[in-house]
């Protein structure tokens, strides 16, 4: 028996080799000076988020993420549930007083994204809330 039962353990084949290959820069280097220091950032072109070949690279990146990862949508879907699972969805923080202002965020069941609060009251009042 294991002496963690919870513990995850992934078996790595080190011979495994992908079919896909990472795709690398392929626009002209450039160089960046700051402080008389030049630096080549051969990743500089991909700052142009409107230029269509940066768009492309991404496309390409994310398809070869998808590929790469594909064997391990199962463990990802489960590490997914498992970390949900532990998070208390309808939280909130300690009110910190700021002025004339209490300021704390409030988390909700379902949602995305947490609930930024500001009370223009006691504290007494404020727990009741």
């Known amino acids: 028996?294991?002496?963690?039962p919870n513990l995850l353990t992934l078996d790595v084949d080190s011979e495994k080799r992908w079919t896909t290959q990472s795709l690398s820069p392929q626009k002209d280097l450039k160089g960046i000076t700051t402080h008389g220091d030049t630096r080549i950032d051969p990743w500089f072109w991909?700052?142009?988020?409107?230029?269509?070949?940066?768009?492309?690279?991404?496309?390409?990146e994310n398809a070869y993420t998808e590929a790469v990862m594909a064997?391990?949508?199962a463990l990802q879907e489960?590490?997914?549930?498992?970390?949900?699972?532990r998070i208390k969805e309808d939280d909130s923080t300690v009110p910190e007083k700021e002025g004339d202002y209490y300021y704390y965020t409030r988390f909700e069941e379902g949602k995305q994204y947490p609930v930024h609060c500001r009370k223009?009251?006691?504290l007494e009042r404020l727990k009741r809330c």
């Open 1 to 4: 028996m294991q002496p963690y």
């Open 46 to 60: 991909l700052r142009d988020v409107d230029d269509p070949e940066t768009l492309e690279y991404f496309r390409a």
């Open 71 to 73: 064997p391990e949508e």
């Open 78 to 85: 489960r590490l997914y549930h498992e970390m949900r699972s």
């Open 120 to 122: 223009h009251l006691t």
